[in-house]
């Protein structure tokens, strides 16, 4: 699925049409599905829009608080935002939930460090 929507970024990237509107408008997008919410935060990163991307991973957590991937999307989101402590708070939310989350952990160092610098 999230390939479909990459595809559809591209395409309206490359035609420069607004796809996040794209995509709420005519592909059914506002349902209660955290994929989609999911989904629609990996465009506006894409789109380098973090406020927006923040936005639709908070959706997708309040449907599905279980959520890891979007945690660790959202403070991936916060830090290219510039907001390292929301960052971190995010980043930690995915490790409790998934432990084994090895991607997560890396990206938490890597916040520690750039913060205490």
Same mark, same amino acid.
């Given at each position: ?35 989609? @919410? /999911?989904?629609? %935060?990996?465009? *506006? ?7 927006? &991307?923040?936005?639709?991973?908070? #959706? $997708? ?9 979007? @945690? /660790?999307?959202? %403070?991936?989101? *916060? ?7 929301? &960052?971190?708070?995010?980043?930690? #939310? $995915? ?23």
């Amino acid at each position: 699925m999230k390939t479909f929507f990459n595809i559809i970024v591209a395409i309206f990237v490359l035609a420069s049409m607004d796809s996040c509107a794209f995509l709420k408008e005519h592909t059914g997008f506002g349902g209660n599905k955290a994929e989609q @919410y /999911y989904n629609l %935060g990996d465009v *506006y990163v894409q789109h380098k829009d973090y406020r927006n &991307a923040v936005k639709s991973y908070q #959706k $997708a957590i309040s449907i599905n608080p279980d959520y890891a991937a979007a @945690y /660790y999307e959202m %403070g991936i989101a *916060y830090d290219k935002w510039g907001n390292i402590p929301s &960052a971190i708070e995010a980043i930690n #939310k $995915a490790i409790e939930l998934k432990s084994d989350y090895t991607e997560a952990r890396a990206y938490l160092q890597m916040l520690t460090e750039k913060q205490n610098k």
